[in-house]
């Protein structure tokens, strides 16, 4: 049986190609991708890098939910879901959804669907470093 689900937690740069290539497919007509990339500010302040942790084993169960629910929830061919975790400079990509379908608005929906369902649930962590100090942006490890 083919796999339809790409799943990963890594310290290695993303890999945007490694994705798409993934989720290729002739019978597909819709790609989506949706790259999140570290900005250089947040709520006025200038941010200096991001550093993201992981409890990495419940982190890929609960992304693979995420991908097989999307899966059955929306008419999608493949999904990848990628997250880096370490520590992140401005510019740099901490995480990549990929997903493809017969057609472009299942493929946007399944898209959204994960990255905000991946913000709710995963047990990712985010520390804004700045010049001045560093914060949990969200409940920490």
């Known amino acids: 049986m083919e796999q339809k689900t790409s799943i990963k937690v890594t310290s290695?740069?993303?890999?945007?190609?490694?994705?798409?290539?993934?989720?290729?497919?002739?019978?597909?007509?819709g790609f989506v991708t949706f790259i999140?990339?570290?900005?250089?500010?947040?709520?006025?302040?200038?941010?200096?890098?991001?550093?993201?942790?992981?409890?990495?084993p419940m982190a890929l169960k609960?992304?693979?939910k995420i991908a097989d629910l999307a899966l059955t929830k929306f008419s999608i061919y493949k999904?990848?879901?990628h997250h880096a975790?370490?520590?992140l400079?401005?510019?740099a990509v901490p995480?990549?959804?990929?997903?493809?379908?017969?057609?472009?608005k299942a493929a946007f929906e399944a898209c959204e669907f994960a990255i905000d369902t991946l913000k709710e649930t995963?047990?990712?962590?985010?520390?804004?470093?700045?010049?001045?100090g560093e914060v949990w942006v969200n409940s920490h490890p």
């Not at 570290?38 to 993201?52: E, G, Y």
């Open 95 to 104: 995480v990549i959804i990929a997903v493809s379908a017969a057609h472009r």
């Open 85 to 87: 975790v370490g520590k």
């Open 122 to 132: 995963v047990p990712i962590w985010k520390k804004e470093h700045f010049e001045d």
């Open 36 to 56: 999140g990339t570290v900005r250089n500010s947040t709520q006025n302040k200038a941010v200096n890098l991001l550093d993201f942790s992981a409890y990495e």
């Open 12 to 29: 290695k740069e993303l890999n945007l190609q490694d994705c798409t290539n993934f989720v290729q497919d002739d019978s597909c007509g």
């Open 62 to 64: 609960e992304m693979q």
């Open 79 to 81: 999904i990848a879901i």
């Open 89 to 91: 400079g401005i510019g």
